[in-house]
């Protein structure tokens, strides 16, 4: 089974502060995604990445930065964390195989509280 | 963008009846998954080809064509209470993936 860590598990920040979420996986998948997930809103993609050194915006970029030093690790950075951005934030890797539909491993999830 | 609408929003069942939960989405495609979610917990997906039975659960299949895909859950199971999202590609070659709001399925004994 596929593995994904997110760290923290749950973070409250000030508005204003830097926030960076975490996330490690440990299969070699290429695709690594960000989600945030709201009442509501069900999940939105925020960033996603192909591999190592690549960032794409997904939805809802604005006030978000990802970044991808590795195959393994995949960050989400809050430069100047807003209450509106309080959500859950979900982390999931996955790959194509045979060119046929992938399917995405997911973390447990960060709560993040942004006061 | 695409849009992934999912019916019943919410669905209550005695343990051991059926149901079908519904997706349309506004492009067509076969690139269309079902995930499962426990309360608090994280998602799992439950199907990775339409028409086969998905792993992890084997009372359950999906059925997708053209803009419209179900997923039926047999034989439910307390355990089977959750939310249930579909999830569309746009294509073949791309990444981004958008989900549907879910429907929350309550199974009581």
């Known amino acids: 089974e596929a593995a994904v860590t997110q760290s923290p598990r749950n973070k409250v920040a000030v508005t204003g502060g830097k926030v960076t979420l975490s996330c490690n996986q440990t299969?070699?998948?290429?695709?690594m995604y960000w989600y945030r997930q709201d009442t509501g809103h069900g999940l939105r993609l925020i960033h996603y990445?192909?591999?190592?050194?690549?960032?794409e915006k997904g939805d809802i970029p604005d006030g978000y930065k990802a970044s991808r030093p590795s195959q393994e690790n995949f960050s989400l950075i809050l430069e100047l964390a807003t209450p509106s951005q309080t959500s859950v934030y979900f982390c999931?890797?996955?790959?194509?195989?045979?060119?046929?539909?992938?399917?995405?491993?997911f973390g447990s999830g960060t709560r993040l509280t942004v006061l | 963008g695409q849009q992934v609408q999912q019916s019943p929003a919410s669905l209550v069942l005695q343990e051991g009846e059926n149901a079908e939960l519904q997706c349309s989405f506004s492009i067509s495609t076969n690139q269309v998954q079902w995930f499962y979610q426990r309360p608090g917990g994280r998602l799992i997906g439950l199907s990775y080809i339409p028409g086969m039975k998905p792993t992890g659960k084997q009372t359950s299949s999906t059925v997708t064509k053209g803009r419209h895909s179900s997923l039926t859950i047999s034989s439910s199971q307390t355990t089977d209470s959750g939310t249930y999202f579909c999830?569309?590609?746009?294509?073949?070659?791309?990444?981004?993936?958008?989900f549907g709001h879910g429907t929350i399925l309550r199974v009581h004994p």
């Open positions: 999931a890797s996955g790959d194509d195989w045979g060119g046929s539909w992938e399917t995405l491993y």
């Open positions: 999830v569309l590609r746009a294509g073949a070659n791309t990444g981004k993936l958008t």
């Open positions: 990445s192909y591999g190592a050194g690549s960032t």
């Open positions: 299969n070699n998948h290429n695709n």
